[in-house]
């Protein structure tokens, strides 16, 4: 017979569990609609809970907070509020936003909720990961000791990138940013390469997959979100890929991460922040844009001890090729360790990738490379600039040889300083390969 103290004690285990659990599940309603955003009643809940809401025909569509009001939260589907009636019922969903995460996502495409898109299974992955990722104490993070081969000369020999920089890209349309992106993806000697496709057009994923990252698609994981998801949708796209990365550096691995574009990131933030009632400030966007953006790109970088590192390569759209009061453009700047700047005068004179490296600049540089590197390198981009600053007078015909020593030196060297830039999309040039380009190109001697 048990006694009565040990009933008593089994009976507080059995309350303690179900309060543990909370089986009593809370339902809303929907009672408003505001754009993309949605008023919910009767719940409690968060900023950045996962809601389900119940639908007449077919499943639950998945939902975040994104604010509340007076009696009620805003919350935003992920897939769009078509379909959604009035009433509907809504309840808080358990846990928070946490993808599952594994070696098998190696070789394939997902989509920003991680539904396949490559007609193949749903990957067994097992392993559950923070959307909004792993804080890392500043203190415990690895320093950039160690250059990167991204497989370019122009950036190996000129703008030498480390092991966990944060880089960004800067281009206008129609450069060939896509082009050097993949370059970088099949070349560039990683353990692991994320990237993801936020708000690209939807013809360009299968493309760039096949066409540009080819060999390397074993050891890549992609995450596309095309230009017509939802701004939730772009925004998880760009947090699920990150989380990916952060994954595979805490595997001991060396990942490069590609996001292209930290524009139409920013753009989906501004949507949801607009749509919250987030007042605009700069250009439209809301404050809260460029906190998220620099919260975004401090989950790259190298990991503490004992795990890997991630190099990131973040695309950032300049309107008219203007790189100068794009408040997106200028924020990314404060915050990455070099850009990266592609030139629409190369692109016109067929020399692909169309790097100018004089606007182009890494920071971690200097402690990377020997002072011989550093000095040829400062050289030759004191020779380009030259010869960039006074093209206007030569293509006139009005400079004499003999005025400007410097320039005289620039235009020898000119065709040696090209040929080091141009490089074929196939081709593979390693550090060592684009030291030697540079040195090459001072040692030669020109009439």
Not at 35 to 49: C, K, Q, T
Request: glycine share 12%; aromatic share 4%.
């Amino acid at each position: 017979m048990i006694s009565t103290p040990h009933i008593c004690a089994m009976a507080r285990e059995r309350v303690q569990a179900a309060l543990t659990t909370n089986p009593v599940r809370r339902y809303g309603r929907i009672v408003r609609s505001n754009g993309e955003v949605l008023h919910a009643s009767g719940i409690r809940a968060p900023v950045g809970a996962r809601c389900l809401i119940e639908m007449e025909h077919g499943p639950a569509l998945t939902a975040e907070v994104v604010g509340f009001e007076a009696g009620a939260l805003l919350v935003m589907p992920e897939q769009g509020t078509r379909g959604v009636a009035r009433g509907a019922r809504v309840h808080v969903a358990n846990g928070g936003a946490a993808p599952l995460m594994g070696m098998c996502l190696l070789g394939r495409v997902l989509d920003a909720r991680g539904q396949p898109l490559d007609a193949l299974p749903q990957p067994g992955a097992s392993h559950p990961w923070p959307l909004l990722g792993v804080t890392i104490n500043p203190m415990a993070r690895q320093r950039i000791v160690q250059p990167f081969d991204c497989g370019i000369r122009a950036i190996n020999a000129l703008a030498v990138l480390g092991r966990g920089m944060r880089v960004g890209l800067f281009a206008g349309s129609g450069v060939g940013k896509t082009t050097l992106l993949g370059m970088m993806a099949r070349h560039a000697r990683a353990d692991v390469v994320v990237v993801g496709m936020i708000g690209e057009r939807g013809r360009e994923i299968r493309e760039f997959i096949e066409d540009h990252i080819g060999t390397a698609r074993p050891r890549t994981v992609v995450i596309a979100s095309p230009a017509d998801d939802t701004a939730l949708g772009r925004v998880h796209g760009a947090y699920r890929a990150a989380a990916a990365a952060e994954f595979f550096r805490a595997q001991g691995k060396h990942v490069l991460l590609v996001v292209d574009s930290l524009t139409r990131l920013a753009m989906g933030l501004r949507e949801i922040g607009l749509a919250a009632g987030e007042p605009p400030a700069t250009k439209g966007y809301p404050p809260s844009v460029f906190g998220a953006l620099a919260a975004y790109v401090e989950r790259a970088g190298n990991g503490a001890t004992g795990q890997g590192s991630i190099t990131a390569i973040y695309t950032v759209l300049v309107e008219g090729d203007d790189h100068v009061g794009d408040p997106v453009a200028d924020a990314a700047r404060s915050v990455l360790d070099g850009h990266i700047v592609l030139s629409r005068a190369l692109t016109e004179a067929a020399i692909y990738p169309p790097i100018d490296i004089t606007a182009s600049l890494s920071r971690p540089m200097p402690s990377l490379v020997s002072a011989g590197h550093l000095q040829n390198a400062a050289r030759v981009r004191a020779l380009w600039a030259r010869r960039g600053e006074k093209q206007d007078i030569i293509d006139l015909g009005a400079y004499a040889p003999g005025r400007d020593k410097l320039l005289d030196e620039a235009l020898r060297r000119a065709p040696a300083i090209e040929a080091l830039l141009r490089q074929d999309a196939h081709e593979y040039a390693g550090l060592s390969a684009g030291e030697a380009a540079l040195a090459a190109v001072l040692a030669e001697t020109v009439p």
